[in-house]
């Protein structure tokens, strides 16, 4: 069965860090690409970023470049998002997505993990 | 302001048939996939359609979806109270090279 828990949310001041982790099992990670994507309570889902399956080729949303960076372990199945200089409107609860093995687009998501929640606040 | 363009809410009654929009443009929906989502209360959203009108393992024939220019149609029949939830489009966008959702659609099962 495939899982992905994800944990590292909290509460952070603004400018702050945070690194978020995602444990995969149930499949072979180091084959599927990976994406991030967030949610505000009562809002609709927002895409942050994604890698492909190597680590050798990342992808952001304008609003989240060059403070956060994607990267991955294929050895130990884990994805991660370290997130710098928070800000209050990166306030969410953040999910790493799997790609379909099916999907011919590659941006569908087929497993989700529970998400984690970030709250960026003075 | 999402990129894709949902209805907010939708309503019908049990056992009978509701379709969910999602407008886009020539850059997202007009040349890419599109997926769908399911979300209840609390949860991960929950793929039920893929590359626009295909149904992932465990998702009942009750469920479709089609494509059209740059739109995009989810259909649900034999509407269930277990139906009820907040529905998502979703496909990547060629211009802002990112994936992109719509707002979401509340389907109300009366």
């Known amino acids: 069965e495939v899982q992905l828990v994800e944990s590292g949310g909290g509460l952070v001041q603004p400018g702050g860090s945070l690194r978020l982790t995602c444990a995969a099992s149930?499949?072979?990670?180091?084959?599927?690409?990976m994406h991030w994507v967030r949610q505000v309570p009562g809002k609709g889902p927002v895409w942050v970023s994604r890698?492909?399956?190597?680590?050798?080729?990342?992808d952001y949303a304008d609003s989240v470049k060059g403070r956060f960076t994607i990267s991955r372990d294929n050895a130990k199945n884990t994805l991660y998002l370290q997130m710098n200089s928070l800000r209050v409107e990166d306030t969410a609860v953040y999910f790493c997505?799997?790609?379909?093995?099916?999907?011919?687009?590659?941006?569908?998501?087929?497993?989700w993990g529970q998400g984690t929640l970030v709250t960026v606040s003075s | 302001q999402s990129v894709l363009t949902q209805p907010p809410s939708v309503s019908a009654a049990p056992g009978q048939k509701v379709t969910i929009s999602c407008s886009g443009s020539?850059?997202?929906?007009?040349?890419?996939?599109v997926s769908w989502y399911q979300q209840l209360p609390g949860t991960a959203p929950k793929l039920v359609i893929y590359?626009?009108?295909k149904r992932p393992s465990g998702i009942p024939d009750r469920f479709s979806g089609s494509k059209s220019g740059t739109s995009a149609t989810l259909g649900i029949t034999g509407l269930q109270t277990g139906d009820e939830a907040d529905y998502y489009c979703?496909?990547?966008?060629?211009?802002?090279?990112?994936?992109?959702f719509g707002g979401g659609t509340k389907l109300t099962v009366l």
């Open positions: 997505a799997r790609v379909g093995s099916r999907c011919s687009g590659g941006t569908c998501y087929s497993h």
């Open positions: 149930g499949f072979t990670f180091s084959l599927y690409w």
């Open positions: 890698i492909n399956s190597d680590g050798s080729s990342t």
């Open positions: 020539s850059s997202n929906i007009g040349n890419n996939y």
């Open positions: 590359d626009n009108n």
């Open positions: 979703g496909t990547w966008d060629s211009s802002l090279s990112a994936v992109v």
